[in-house]
C-alpha cells in the first residue's frame, strides 16, 4: 500500500520545482481534481482551480492553499458542456490574464454515468463527449501558445476503461479511450516544446452514486485488491509534471492497482 501522503515531496531536493510556474486544473475543487490541486501547490506551483457548480468547495480550497501560501490560488468557473471552444478558449485567457502565463495544464474535469445502448440517449452522449473530451482538446488548443512560450506541459487525465472497456459504459469508455488518442496525437503536433502525457485512474475515489456490485467485481479483479487514491493519482500528475520527465511525452502512467494486465 501505499505510504505517500497528500503533498508529500516526490522527489527530495526538487520540491519547489513549480515556483514561479503556474498551472490551471479543471475540476480542481473535488475528488481527484482537488487532490491534484493540492499536491501541485505543495510543489510550489501557482494554482487556478476551475470549477462548473462546486463553488463553495474551490473557494474553501483557494482560501486553505492561500493560507499556506498567500496569493498562491485563485479560482475560475466555467461550464464545459456546453459552447464548448468558447468557454475552453475563455478560460485559459483569464488564467493568462491573472498571472501572465501557463505553465501546466491538467485536464481532470470529466463525467461519469452508465448508458446501455438500448437507453443511451443524444444528449447522454454530447454531455460525456464534451466534457471528457472535446473539452480537453480545446483547452490544449487555447493553452498551447502560452504552453510553447515557456515550455510546459499538459496531463490528461484518462481512465483505465479506455483501455479495457466495462459496460454499461460504452459512452463514457469511448469518450477516454478518445483522450488517450489526443494526448498520443498531439504529442506529434506539440513538440518539441511541450510535452503532453495523460493518466490512466482505475479505482480512485468513487462516484457516491457508484454501484455496490460493480465495485466489488472491479476490485475481485484488481491484483492489488483495492480501491487506490486521489493521492496516488496525483502523485502520477506530479511526476509528469516535473523535470523527471522531461524526456516522456505522448506516453500514459496506468495507476489501477495492475486493473490493466487482468483478465
Given at each position: 500500500m501505499s505510504t505517500s501522503k497528500q503533498g508529500d515531496c516526490?522527489?527530495?531536493?526538487?520540491?519547489?520545482?513549480?515556483?514561479?510556474?503556474?498551472?490551471?486544473?479543471?475540476?480542481g475543487a473535488r475528488r481527484v481534481g482537488r487532490t491534484i490541486t493540492t499536491a501541485l501547490h505543495k510543489h510550489h506551483f501557482n494554482v487556478i482551480i476551475h470549477y462548473n457548480s462546486s463553488r463553495d468547495l474551490a473557494l474553501e480550497l483557494a482560501?486553505?492553499?492561500?493560507?499556506?501560501?498567500?496569493?498562491?490560488?485563485?479560482?475560475?468557473?466555467?461550464?464545459?458542456?456546453?459552447?464548448v471552444a468558447q468557454t475552453a478558449h475563455r478560460l485559459v485567457a483569464e488564467t493568462v490574464q491573472?498571472?501572465?502565463?501557463?505553465?501546466l495544464l491538467v485536464n481532470s474535469a470529466g463525467d461519469y454515468f452508465a448508458t446501455s445502448l438500448e437507453?443511451?440517449?443524444?444528449?447522454?452522449w454530447d454531455k460525456l463527449v464534451n466534457i471528457n473530451s472535446?473539452?480537453?482538446?480545446?483547452?490544449?488548443q487555447a493553452a498551447a501558445p502560452h504552453l510553447r512560450k515557456v515550455g510546459g506541459s499538459v496531463v490528461n487525465i484518462a481512465d483505465i476503461l479506455g483501455e479495457r472497456p466495462s459496460g454499461p459504459f460504452?459512452?463514457?469508455?469511448?469518450?477516454?479511450?478518445?483522450?488517450?488518442?489526443?494526448?498520443?496525437?498531439?504529442?506529434?503536433?506539440?513538440?518539441?516544446?511541450?510535452?503532453?502525457?495523460?493518466v490512466n485512474p482505475g479505482a480512485a475515489m468513487w462516484p457516491e452514486n457508484s454501484d455496490v456490485t460493480f465495485k466489488e467485481e472491479w476490485l475481485s479483479?484488481?491484483?492489488?485488491?483495492?480501491?487506490g487514491t486521489g493521492e496516488e493519482v496525483a502523485d502520477a500528475v506530479v511526476f509528469l509534471a516535473s523535470p523527471s520527465a522531461a524526456y516522456i511525452t505522448g506516453s500514459g502512467i496506468n495507476v489501477c492497482g495492475g486493473r490493466s494486465v487482468s483478465n
Open positions: 516526490l522527489m527530495p531536493g526538487s520540491c519547489r520545482f513549480g515556483e514561479g510556474r503556474v498551472a490551471l486544473v479543471t475540476g482560501a486553505l492553499l492561500n493560507s499556506a501560501r498567500p496569493d498562491s490560488a485563485q479560482v475560475i468557473t466555467g461550464d464545459l458542456s456546453k459552447d491573472k498571472w501572465g502565463r501557463l505553465d437507453d443511451a440517449s443524444e444528449h447522454d472535446k473539452a480537453p482538446y480545446f483547452l490544449i460504452s459512452i463514457y469508455c469511448t469518450t477516454k479511450a478518445a483522450i488517450i488518442m489526443i494526448t498520443k496525437s498531439l504529442s506529434l503536433e506539440l513538440g518539441p516544446q511541450v510535452r503532453i502525457n495523460y479483479k484488481t491484483p492489488l485488491g483495492r480501491p
